[in-house]
């Protein structure tokens, strides 16, 4: 069993609130278009002409070789944490995405990344789970690199 783990919503509602991101810079403001744009505190795709972020992100605490930062949008309007169970809607438009597992101490576990169709997302995330040495896994846009959420044991 896993669960998908979105941005901690205190995180989010200082960048909301125009706080820093991983680069020490201001979010910035834009409008959605509606496709392409998923929050990453919600899991639901920013409808079209709703306000949203975007911003540079680390889903590390510390920097570090693995710690790879990257664009992320966010709903520029309160929004509320996903925490249901089963994939969010951000996790089931693209036909693939990029999974690879982590180790306790935040580093990339070797022979786990692989780039995975939507239909056998579980199936891929129970296989890296079976391996001891994986601590959390992280799911990646398959074209883009960009970070989309964390998956925990549940």
Known sequence: ??????????????????????????????????????????????????????????????????????????CAASCERHEGAGMPEILTTSPDYLIKGYGLDDRIVYGTGVVTPMDRMSAAITEIFARPDVAYIHV???????????????
């Open 140 to 154: 990646r846009s398959a074209r883009n690199n960009c970070y989309q959420a964390r998956i925990d044991r549940a």
């Open 1 to 74: 069993m896993f669960k998908i783990t979105a941005l901690p919503t205190d995180d989010v509602r200082a960048l909301q609130a125009g706080g820093p991101d991983a680069y020490g810079a201001t979010p910035e403001r834009t409008v959605s278009t509606g496709a392409g744009n998923p929050c990453r505190h919600c899991l639901q795709n920013i409808p079209e002409g709703k306000e949203m972020l975007i911003l540079a992100h680390r889903p590390f605490l510390e920097t570090q070789p693995y710690a790879e930062t990257g664009p992320i949008f966010l």
